[in-house]
Nanobody, 120 residues
Framework: VQLQASGGGLVQAGDSLSLSCVVS????????MAWFRQAPGKERKFVGT????????YYADSVKGRFTVSRDNAKNTGSLQMNDLKPEDTAIYYC??????????????WGQGTQVTVSS
């Protein structure tokens, strides 16, 4: 299974950005999809996850109400809609497939990451 994240870029505080994750080489609808992020010099942190069938999602407190995770199993894609971006959201964002928890070690499949930079 391969995941490829895209859509990152440089934006200003308050802007919106949508990240995409394309999945290939496996059965996408058998696992949860999550997004994590990693800022320079810091550990990888949970952002949000969505169940295999899209019926349930939950988020880190830091992004709740601003970010939305979604998926389209028919197209083997997932997305992360980010609104009202803040400079502290600056990080490399990774999509992952796995068990639907908040722990990186519970995910077996990872995309290569896409950089999001938010200027103040």
């Amino acid at each position: 299974v391969q995941l490829q994240a895209s859509g990152g870029g440089l934006v200003q505080a308050g802007d919106s950005l949508s990240l995409s994750c394309v999945v290939s080489g496996g059965t996408f609808n058998t696992y949860a999809m999550a997004w994590f992020r990693q800022a320079p010099g810091k550990e990888r942190k949970f952002v949000g996850t969505i169940a295999w069938n899209g019926t349930r999602a939950y988020y880190a407190d830091s992004v709740k109400g601003r970010f939305t995770v979604s998926r389209d199993n028919a197209k083997n894609t997932g997305s992360l809609q980010m609104n009202d971006l803040k400079p502290e959201d600056t990080a490399i964002y990774y999509c992952a497939g796995g068990e639907g928890t908040m722990r990186p070690e519970d995910y077996d499949y990872w995309g290569q990451g896409t950089q999001v930079t938010v200027s103040s």
